[in-house]
């Protein structure tokens, strides 16, 4: 099986606003220091594996702001269009704050996170996302090729 990044797509994701890498046959990934390298890698293993490239599953990819706290109510969202075989497929998982108002309260108070995942634009739930990609690609084999 062929697999090819085609581009990769991230919002709001540590610190990235709207940023979109172009992915040709050969593509280097260069810069400095804190420039985004590490960030876009990260960004990958969180969409097919819900880990950032360190194999943690419990890191911060909120987008912070001037004091350094997470900004509420971003809609945080990987996608990337992939060739699999000459098929292109569209994978995407987003993470949102849930905030919800109590009953006799005027003020919305956060409860949580949900996150949505999406092939071609199809939802899915977790497992079945994770099943998918795990035909496509097993985890342990992405991480001996990257």
Do not use: C
């Amino acid at each position: 099986m062929k697999i090819t990044i085609l581009n990769l797509q991230l919002r709001n994701f540590k610190g990235q606003r709207n940023s979109l890498t172009e992915f040709g046959q050969i593509t280097n990934i260069t810069g400095d220091n804190a420039s985004g390298k590490t960030t876009l890698f990260d960004a990958f293993t969180w969409l097919l594996f819900g880990k950032n490239s360190e194999d943690a599953k419990d890191f911060n990819i909120k987008t912070l702001g001037a004091d350094g706290k997470p900004i509420h109510r971003l809609e945080h969202q990987v996608e990337a269009t992939i060739d699999v075989d000459g098929r292109i497929m569209k994978f995407s998982r987003t993470l949102r704050e849930k905030w919800t108002k109590k009953r006799g309260s005027d003020t919305e108070e956060f409860t949580g996170h949900e996150t949505e995942f999406a092939i071609d634009d199809v939802p899915l739930n977790q497992k079945e996302y994770q099943n998918r990609v795990e035909f496509l690609l097993r985890e342990d084999i992405f991480k001996m090729v990257t």
